[in-house]
């Protein structure tokens, strides 16, 4: 029989983030994870404090920021390598009254960190309104991340790449396991959870291109119009991803990739050749808040799910709320806590 103090069901942000804390605290675990792309292995991994439809701010956004910067920090002290590629997102306007409405929201108290007013005009593509930059954006390399983690889980004996079956916990064991607690980071597999299946979480699919420009852009910088542009390597880069709450198919969307195919020739003029269409489901909730708690009758099983679009601050930022809420009774913000849907 092997103990631990948790057991992690899902391998995504959620469950990434929630096992850097154990880390942290020298807490022992198992994490399971099926061997199928999450949504979080199709994100387009940016961080991004600023809503770019109309240049709004979210909840906690600098906060988030700010603590997945140390977050990312630390994770470095063990993996030896830092995951975030400072490269700002370059909002192309799409006429002038967009840029005005830049203008005005970067003299509001709550845009000023954020909105940058040196507008730029960037070469090889379509921008006659120019771009304005993100200050504090920035966009985690996805793949590296989850390549070193796996690696670190499989070195620490920490990684089973099977199904977790609920049917299999019996009291405080499963299979050959003996654990305090479990965290459940499933996204939207939740719905076949039978001690959460009920939370009110909703898949949204995405889908994502990756393409070879015919000709460079000559910087590493994000762009957005529409849907995110940005390189992956000196040869491919990925433009997404789409937003769908009503698809559920598990094949790829021709209306989602003609989207996508609409949306880049918007502003790059040239050709491209599409190399791969990728799709996920973002674990969505209504108020566009993160679902934690702990379970209401089974005080040992807790969920972790609801990060929305914004994966990685959200996974990042509420890892350490559920931690201190299991660890030291810490009570959950209300408006993150599981609780505002079982009263
Ligand atoms: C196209 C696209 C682009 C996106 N871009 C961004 C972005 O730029 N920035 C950002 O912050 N967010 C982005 N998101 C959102 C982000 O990907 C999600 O918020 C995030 O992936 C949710 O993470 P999660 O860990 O909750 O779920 P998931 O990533 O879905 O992970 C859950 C994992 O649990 C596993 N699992 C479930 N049940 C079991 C079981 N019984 N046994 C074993 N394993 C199980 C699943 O297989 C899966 O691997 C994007 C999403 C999409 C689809």
């Known amino acids: 029989m092997e103990n631990v103090d948790y057991i992690i069901v899902g391998g995504g942000y959620a469950g990434i983030f929630f096992a850097h804390q154990l880390i942290l605290n020298g807490k022992s675990f198992v994490i399971f994870s099926e061997d199928r792309k999450s949504a979080s292995q199709v994100s387009a991994g940016i961080v991004n404090p600023v809503v ?177 542009l940005f390189p992956l390597n000196e040869e491919i880069h990925y433009y997404g991803g789409t937003y769908d709450p009503n698809e559920r198919g598990d094949e790829v969307d021709e209306f989602a990739k003609q989207q996508l195919i609409d949306g880049l020739s918007e502003f790059y003029p040239h050709s491209y050749e599409i190399k791969e269409v990728n799709y996920g489901f973002r674990p969505t909730v209504k108020d566009r808040r993160p679902i934690l708690g702990t379970h209401p009758e089974h005080s040992n099983l807790y969920v972790f799910n609801g990060l929305g679009a914004r994966g990685i601050l959200n996974g990042c930022y509420f890892s350490k709320e559920l931690f201190e809420h299991i660890e030291i009774q810490k009570p959950l913000m209300p408006e993150v806590d599981l609780k505002r849907f079982t009263k």
Not at 57 to 79: C, M, P, R, S, V
Not at 134 to 148: K, P
């Open 52 to 228: 770019l439809k109309k240049f709004t701010t979210f909840w906690l956004a600098k906060e988030q920021i700010d603590f997945l910067n140390t977050t990312l920090e630390e994770i470095a002290g063990y993996t030896g390598k830092n995951y975030l590629i400072n490269e700002n997102i370059h909002r192309i306007f799409h006429d002038q009254k967009e840029q005005e409405l830049w203008f005005a929201k970067s003299d509001t108290d709550e845009l000023k960190p954020f909105l940058n007013t040196e507008f730029k005009s960037l070469g090889t593509i379509l921008n006659s309104f120019g771009a304005g930059s993100v200050n504090l954006s920035a966009r985690l390399n996805v793949e590296g991340f989850f390549n070193d983690f796996k690696a670190f889980f499989i070195e620490n004996n920490h990684l089973r790449e099977d199904r977790f079956d609920y049917s299999k916990i019996s009291g405080n064991t499963y299979d050959d396991i003996s654990f305090k607690h479990i965290v459940f980071c499933e996204g939207i597999a939740v719905k076949h959870n039978p001690f959460f299946s009920e939370i009110p979480v909703v898949a949204n699919k995405g889908h994502h291109l990756k393409v070879k420009l015919s000709e460079p852009l000559g910087h590493q910088l994000t762009l957005k119009k529409k849907h995110f």
